[in-house]
């Protein structure tokens, strides 16, 4: 297979065909980021298209110097955060979550479950988008520092530094007790 600085020199002279490559090898990547960016399976489908498109426009902007996977990944979750922004200004009822299950929970518990899961999401919004990211790649990928280094173009010292700042932040931020009303004395 070839490196993808080879396979993008070709696009860039013409051969248009070569782009496939970088599409079938970032496909199923692109996907999984859109997919817990959004959290969406079916709306993720579309971005992948409109994420290869948007790199494949910008090729002659990509530095080879630096990570194409990082550049493209960079595209993805930039591509998921605008689309996050949308929704904020326009909220739909298609965005609600739906689930069957074959068992019946006891209401009770299966409210608490997704109550807790709505305040965890909450606290990662709440974050960064820097420090997100972190979180992500380390604990739902399960990269390495270094392979985080390599995909967002940071040294292993940043990628550790963000992290442990992002742990506080929302260790913090879990740990702070939430206001419910006003005091009625």
Known sequence: MQDDREVIAEVLQGNKEAYA?????????????????????????????????????????????HSFSAWLYRIAINRGIDELRKRKRMPSVMEMDVEVKDECPIPEEDYLVKEQQQALRQQLMALGKDYRTILDLHYLQHLSYREIGNKLSLSVDTVRMRLSYARKKLRDQLSKPKKKGGNPF
């Open 21 to 65: 490559l970088i599409v079938n090898k970032y496909k199923g990547k692109i996907a999984s980021i859109l997919q817990r960016t959004l959290h969406h399976a079916h709306d993720a489908e579309d971005m992948v298209q409109e994420v290869f498109i948007k790199a494949y426009y910008s090729l002659p902007d990509y530095k080879p110097n």
